[in-house]
C-alpha cells in the first residue's frame, strides 16, 4: 500500500482517504475585479478609521467628562471600546487580501479570529441587554 504525503508523523492513510494538505487558507475576496481593488481599499479604510475616531471620541468624551457618569453613559462607553476590538479583529485581514491578493490565513490565525470576532459579539449582545435592562 503506498504512503499517502502529509505532515510529518502522520499515520497512512488508506488509497481512498482524502490525500490533501494545506498550510494556510487563501481568500480571493475580491478577485473577479481586480480593478475595484484600490478603489474598494481605499472605501473601506476610509471607514475604519472613521469608525475608529469616532468610537474613540465616544469613549474619550464619556471618560473625560463628569456630567457623562451616568450608566447609560458607561454602557455606551464599552460598547465603542467593543465597536473598536471589532473592527480592529476585521479590517485589517480585509485590506491585506484585498492589497495583495492570494496571501493566505494560517488556521491558527482564522481559529484566532474566529474567537476574537465572536467573543467581541458575544461583549457586544450582553452590553446591549445591559442597557436595556438599565433603561
Do not use: K
Request: some cysteine.
Amino acid at each position: 500500500m503506498p504512503l499517502a504525503l502529509g505532515p510529518p508523523g502522520a499515520p497512512a492513510a488508506p488509497p481512498w482517504a482524502n490525500q490533501s494538505w494545506e498550510l494556510e487558507f487563501v481568500l480571493l475576496g475580491f478577485a473577479h475585479v481586480p480593478a475595484l481593488r484600490p478603489l474598494l481599499a481605499a472605501l473601506f479604510l476610509a471607514a475604519f478609521l472613521l469608525t475608529l475616531l469616532g468610537n474613540a471620541l465616544i469613549a474619550l468624551l464619556t471618560a473625560l467628562d463628569p456630567a457623562l457618569r451616568e450608566p447609560m453613559y458607561f454602557f455606551l462607553r464599552q460598547l465603542a471600546l467593543v465597536e473598536i476590538c471589532f473592527s480592529l479583529d476585521i479590517v485589517p485581514r480585509l485590506l491585506v487580501t484585498l492589497m495583495w491578493p492570494g496571501r493566505g490565513v494560517s488556521p491558527a490565525g482564522c481559529a484566532l479570529q474566529l474567537l476574537l470576532v465572536l467573543s467581541c459579539v458575544t461583549s457586544e449582545c450582553f452590553l446591549l441587554t445591559a442597557m436595556a435592562w438599565d433603561r
